[in-house]
């Protein structure tokens, strides 16, 4: 399926919160819903990743320039662990969204850097989405993570 088809067909769906994602072939359980849910919610956007890929970048885009434009901070953290993150989704993020978002790259060699944690900080509470999915499209959404 093409990216724009994919995203014509998220904006259609009405998604409801949700407490497990699981990606598959329920579009409910993709945590790329529920990362859009709370992106329209947040105060402070947090994001760690090991990796970032074009493909999930894309899917992510409009939302965070929502947020930016809404005068959310956002910071995103990824590094080049088992040299996956592709040099095309940072300078993506950097040439849409420019010095808007704090995007750092972690690179110690010597270590791993395998973590993916979302943190949408509001008004009172804080939401943290912590599992196996990184930055891509697979990852977001039909992927098993």
Same mark, same amino acid.
């Given at each position: $399926?093409?990216?724009?088809?994919?995203?014509?067909?998220?904006?259609?769906? #009405?998604?409801?919160?949700?407490?497990? $994602?699981?990606?598959?072939?329920?579009?409910?359980?993709?945590?790329?819903?529920? @990362?859009?849910?709370?992106?329209?919610?947040?105060?402070?956007?947090?994001?760690?990743?090991?990796?970032?890929?074009?493909?999930?970048?894309?899917?992510?885009?409009? #939302?965070?320039?929502?947020? @930016? #434009?809404?005068?959310?901070?956002?910071?995103?953290?990824?590094? *080049?662990? @088992?040299?996956?993150?592709?040099?095309?989704?940072?300078?993506?993020?950097?040439?849409?969204?420019? *010095?808007?978002?704090? @995007?750092?790259?972690?690179?110690?060699? &010597?270590?791993?850097? +395998?973590?993916?944690?979302?943190?949408? +900080? *509001?008004?009172?509470?804080?939401? %943290?989405?912590?599992?196996? &999915? *990184? %930055?891509?499209?697979?990852?977001?959404?039909?992927? %098993?993570?």
């Amino acid at each position: $399926m093409a990216e724009s088809d994919f995203a014509e067909k998220v904006n259609s769906l #009405d998604m409801e919160p949700s407490a497990v $994602m699981t990606g598959g072939d329920n579009r409910q359980r993709y945590l790329y819903y529920q @990362l859009r849910l709370s992106m329209q919610q947040a105060k402070r956007i947090d994001i760690i990743v090991s990796f970032l890929m074009e493909s999930g970048v894309r899917l992510l885009l409009d #939302d965070l320039r929502k947020a @930016l #434009d809404r005068g959310v901070a956002v910071r995103i953290l990824t590094g *080049n662990y @088992l040299g996956i993150t592709q040099p095309s989704a940072l300078y993506l993020i950097k040439r849409e969204l420019g *010095n808007g978002v704090d @995007l750092r790259f972690y690179n110690d060699k &010597s270590r791993a850097f +395998h973590p993916k944690s979302y943190i949408f +900080h *509001n008004d009172r509470e804080s939401e %943290i989405y912590i599992g196996s &999915s *990184n %930055i891509s499209r697979s990852a977001l959404t039909s992927g %098993i993570e």
